[in-house]
Structure formats: structure tokens, C-alpha cells
């Protein structure tokens, strides 16, 4: 049997996955895990436009950081995540990748990051480079 993955967003749908559930094999040792919908493409390329932007506008304790720092920044940020002690010295946060995290959980992070673009003057580029609308205001 394959492993199907479809959204469940109407009645139909739970029917489907009854159906598949009740022919499984119980003896073939399968699991079944259901899970919040990942982040939309769309949402991958605001996530990375914003960072961008970010990244080009704000100077962070006398240093410019990269989209993929200030994408940990944030990520820590919405996951209230804890920092350890390295082994040659300084901090590392203990990491959660973005990769997986749910549609809400990236409603969190644009929040986060538009609350902080506010109160650092950062002016975000249009919708158009997020591929997902026309110019924003």
C-alpha cells in the first residue's frame, strides 16, 4: 500500500482517510501520524523577502546579519528557545527548523517580524518579490 497525504478540509476528505485506515493490514506494522499543514510556497519566499529586507536595513549590536541568521533570530523568537554554553565559549541557541512548522506557526513569525521591522524603521519590499500579490502598502 502507498503512503497517501492529502489535506483534510472537507467531509470527503475524513471519509477518504476512514476508507484507507480500515483496509490497512494491522499486522504490517504501520504508523499513522496526522499533522498541521506546512507553510505554502508563498509563504517560503515572504519568509526570505522579509529577511532580506531585514538583513539590508538593520545594523544588530554593531553587526549586519545574514537572511539565514536572522532567520534563526526569529525562529527563536516565536519558539522561545533556549540558548546553551558553547564548547569553545559564546552561546548556541538550540535550533528549530522552519522547514516543518505548521501555517500558524508562521502567522507567528510574520507577526513577530513585522512587530520588529516597525520599531526598526524597516521598509519591506512589495508583494510582487514575495510572488504573492501586487505591490504592498
Do not use: C
Not at 549590536?61 to 533556549?82: C, I, P
Amino acid at each position: 500500500m502507498a503512503n497517501p497525504t492529502f489535506p483534510l478540509r472537507n467531509e470527503m476528505d475524513r471519509q477518504r482517510a476512514m476508507q484507507i485506515l480500515q483496509r490497512v493490514d494491522l499486522d504490517a506494522g504501520y504508523v499513522w501520524t496526522m499533522r498541521e499543514e506546512a507553510r505554502s510556497d508563498a509563504a517560503n519566499r515572504r519568509m526570505w523577502a522579509m529577511l532580506r529586507d531585514i538583513s539590508r536595513q538593520v545594523e544588530w549590536y554593531g553587526r549586519k546579519l545574514d537572511e539565514e541568521s536572522w532567520k534563526h533570530v526569529f525562529s527563536a523568537a516565536v519558539q522561545q528557545q533556549d540558548a546553551v554554553p558553547g564548547i569553545n565559549g559564546g552561546f548556541v541557541v538550540l535550533g528549530v527548523s522552519t522547514r516543518k512548522q505548521s501555517k500558524q506557526w508562521f502567522n507567528d513569525l510574520f507577526h513577530v517580524m513585522e512587530a520588529f521591522a516597525a520599531e526598526h524603521g524597516v521598509k519591506f519590499t512589495t508583494a510582487d518579490h514575495w510572488g504573492i500579490g501586487e505591490a504592498a502598502a
